[in-house]
Each structure stands twice: as C-alpha cells, then as structure tokens.
C-alpha cells in the first residue's frame, strides 16, 4: 500500500473553478465514503478549504488509485477528468507527505504563514476518523502532520506572517476606506471564519453586527464581541448602514445580489463601502464590482496578489509583497524541518512495512522448532523430561541467535532508501510468501510524480 495526494489549490487553479469544488460537511461525508468505495483506495480523508480541495489516500496502485481519486473529484466538480487534469497536482508517497506537512504549517496557504489551515486539517482528520475512512496508514501521517504544523509555528518566525485571509482582506479594506476603528461593519455568516473575522474586526476597533440565517447563532457571536444582530431579511438596510461587507457563508448559491447592494447605496453621497467575500462558491453577485463607491476584496483577488507576489520575488523587483512578508531565513528553517520530519515519518512506515516479514520469520522458524522437538520426542520416547527441555532450550537459543542479526539488520536497514527490499529479500530467501502490503517499488518513498492526462481519463492506464 502507498500514499497518494490528488487535489486543486489555489496554486493550480482560477478561483472560478475552486469554486466548483465547494464542499459542505454532507458531500465531504459522500466523498469519503465514494472514495474508499472504490478498487484501489483503502484508506481516504478529504481536505476542503476556500482555497482548496485535497484527498489523501491509501493506495494498492498509483495509477488505479489516481484515476478513482480523480473521478470522484471530477463528479464533485460537475465536471470531466478531461477538463480538470490541467490544474489536478498529483504527489506519491515521500513527496505527499512533505505536502501534507507543508499545507499543516501554512506555506502553501494564499497567505503564507497562516494557521487556519492547521485546524481545517484537524477537522478533516477527525471527520475521517468519525466516518472510519482512515486506518492505521493515515492515522499516523495525519497525526504527525498535525504534529508538524504546531512544531513550525512554534520553532520557526513564520508566524509574522501568520495572518489569515481574513486580516489580509480587512488590510486590502483599510487601504481603500481607511482605519476600521470605531467604524460599522457587517458580518454575514456566523460559522467559523464569520466568528474568526468578528473576531479579527472587533480587535481593530470595529463596531460589528452579524447576520446569519440562524437567529440564535447569530446572536451568540454577536454577544461575544459585543456586537449587534441584523436580519437577513433587511438587508439592504443593514449594508446601508455599514462602511464593510465581509461575507463568509456556507452556501452554495449568491446570497448578496447586486441590486441589493445598489438599494444600499443610495443616499450615501460619498460614502465608500468594502465588500469583502470571504466564501467559496462566492455570497456576492460580481455585478457588485461595477457599483460606484463599491470597492470589492476577493478569493481572487488575493489569489491574483499572490500570484504577482512571486513573479516579484522571482524578478527581486518589488520588497515587501506578500512572499516577503516571511523572512526568507524562517521559510527556510520550516522547509527543513519538514524535511527532517518527512524523513522520520519515511522511517517509521518503513519499519512497519518491514515488521510483518520480521513477524513471520520468527513464527515460522517457531513451528520448525516445534516439529522438530515433536519429532525427537517420537524417536526417543525414553528420554527423561530434564534432557527433553534442556534440548529444547538449546535449539531454541541457537534459532534465536541466528535470527538475531538479519532481523535487527532489516530492521535498521529499512529506514535507508530501499530499506523495505530487503524485507522482499528476506521473504524469497526464506519463502515466507506474505503479504506485508508492500507497493511492487519496494516501498520507496518516490518524487512527486507527474502524471500525463491521459492516464487520469477513464479506462486509461492502471
């Protein structure tokens, strides 16, 4: 069995297509279950954010495994394999791990640093373990992930550019309309990310009013920054009487039409208002853009930003763009650790790659002994019992002794590249024939792997 990584990102991918792939707790549920489901993948999580969706899964092939991966992303997406094999970013064993801890310690987030992402990946996980579609190989990648992105935030300065989607957009709002303190802000959605960004707009100072289609989760988060509720009912009115829109909803259609916002604009003279939409599909009509005195802050935008950010670092033309906001040293110390804990996690799944074939040895040189002394025993039925157990004793030392070294040996040498062949040489050698759940490669961790289009297409290679 080997791990694979198959998703979209924002690195990939226009945010009108993330946008397809917008995933509710139920289609994450049916995801998961569709996937295991499957010939080939055993074992499945589903990582799905604003700006990302990502299975990681336990394979019996690469290929099967990416196809079937593949399908079930492309059904979620109402879309062909075809049409998302351009943006589909496909990783295999040694380098879906590094992945995985790279998107846990938030330097594959829009905003490098961010921690957000480290407790969507702990729902996941946990979502996975409540559906029982992770088993004892995603288990430990999963919980060493988590443990990878606490040990990045804590050992490293990434976290000065830690800031979270959020305080980039209020940044990109304060820009355009000035300070948020003591100004009026509208927050519609009262789920996660509505709470982080009360949250975020009540530390600058905001006066902040939540609506939600929950009356009473609308109040408790209101309530916790000392805020106000609005009906969602009313909302021109309440836009009216805000400077911001941030809009961060779980659903699945436009929530804020343009006709709406313009209600809201009227009267207000000179006036600016900030929408920010912070949802995945998108709350706000993009008609909305064209309003005069609007000023609107987006996935895409940012995912825009992000993408100039980097041609600048590349071209070294423009300090202070969102990949300079993290020293370059700290982003350097958190590849290497990643590095360092991609190499353990090799090791340790490793060793257990090897320890059945381990296992099996010893319990096979057992029944030898076993049948041997058996055998003795009919041969020489006269022999008294004190002969009879120091004999078996004996034989039993001297299997043990020279078992002792390749066992060992194996052991040592599986957290090496190729390590896990010699538990193939081991099992041949001694014709134990078992199955430990070891890929035909012997087990190597690989490079990322790239694969061409036309083995994600159905009926293709396997």
Do not use: W
């Not at 289609?213 to 009906?231: P, Y």
């Not at 039925?381 to 078996?392: C, H, V």
């Not at 694969?451 to 396997?462: F, K, N, Q, Y």
Request: charged share 20%; proline share 4%; glycine share 8%.
């Amino acid at each position: 069995m080997s791990l694979l990584a198959v998703g979209i990102s924002h690195q990939t991918a226009p945010v009108s297509l993330l946008e397809q792939f917008a995933m509710g707790a139920d289609d994450t549920v049916k995801a998961l279950h569709e996937l295991v489901g499957t010939d080939h993948v055993s074992e499945a999580m589903v990582l799905a954010t604003c700006n990302r969706v990502e299975v990681f899964a336990e394979v019996d092939r690469f290929h099967g495994g990416v196809t079937e991966v593949s399908r079930v992303l492309a059904r979620q997406a109402g879309a062909t394999v075809e049409e998302l094999s351009p943006y589909v970013t496909v990783h295999y064993e040694d380098q879906a791990v590094a992945h995985l801890f790279t998107v846990a310690a938030g330097l594959d987030s829009m905003v490098v640093g961010e921690t957000q992402v480290l407790g969507q990946l702990r729902n996941a996980y946990a979502l996975a373990r409540e559906q029982g579609t992770v088993g004892r190989a995603l288990h430990p990648v999963a919980q060493h992930a988590l443990r990878v992105g606490k040990r990045v935030h804590a050992e490293t300065g990434i976290d000065k550019a830690g800031a979270s989607l959020v305080s980039v957009s209020l940044d990109h709002a304060e820009q355009r309309i000035g300070s948020l303190a003591g100004r009026p802000v509208l927050v519609v959605g009262a789920g996660s990310m509505g709470a982080l960004a009360a949250a975020t707009l009540s530390r600058r100072g905001a006066l902040v009013t939540v609506a939600s289609r929950t009356a009473e989760s609308a109040a408790r988060l209101a309530a916790a920054v000392d805020g106000a509720t609005a009906d969602l009912d009313d909302l021109p009115a309440a836009i009216a009487a805000a400077d911001v829109l941030l809009t961060c909803t779980g659903a699945t259609g436009l929530v804020i039409g343009a006709e709406a916002v313009a209600t809201a604009m009227r009267g207000r003279a000179d006036r600016p208002l900030a929408v920010v939409d912070l949802a995945l599909p998108r709350d706000v009509d993009p008609a909305v853009a064209g309003l005069p005195g609007v000023h609107v802050v987006d996935l895409a935008l940012l995912q825009g930003e992000r993408r100039a950010s980097f041609l600048d670092a590349e071209g070294g033309d423009h300090p202070g763009s969102l990949a300079d906001a993290v020293a370059a040293a700290d982003i350097a110390a958190a590849h290497a650790l990643i590095e360092a804990e991609t190499a353990l996690l090799r090791a340790e799944r490793q060793a257990a790659a090897v320890a059945p074939t381990v296992s099996a040895l010893r319990s096979q040189a057992a029944e030898v002994v076993d049948a041997e002394l058996l055998r003795l025993s009919t041969r020489l039925p006269d022999l008294d019992a004190r002969a009879r157990s120091e004999i078996s004793r004996t034989v039993r030392r001297v299997v043990d002794k020279l078992l002792h070294e390749p066992t060992v040996r194996v052991k040592e040498l599986a957290s090496t590249p190729g390590g896990v062949d010699y538990a193939d040489a081991l099992r041949a050698l001694f014709g134990l024939g078992i199955d430990t759940d070891v890929p035909a490669d012997g087990g190597r961790l690989a490079e990322a792997v790239s694969v061409d289009p036309d083995e994600l297409r159905p009926g293709g290679p396997s």
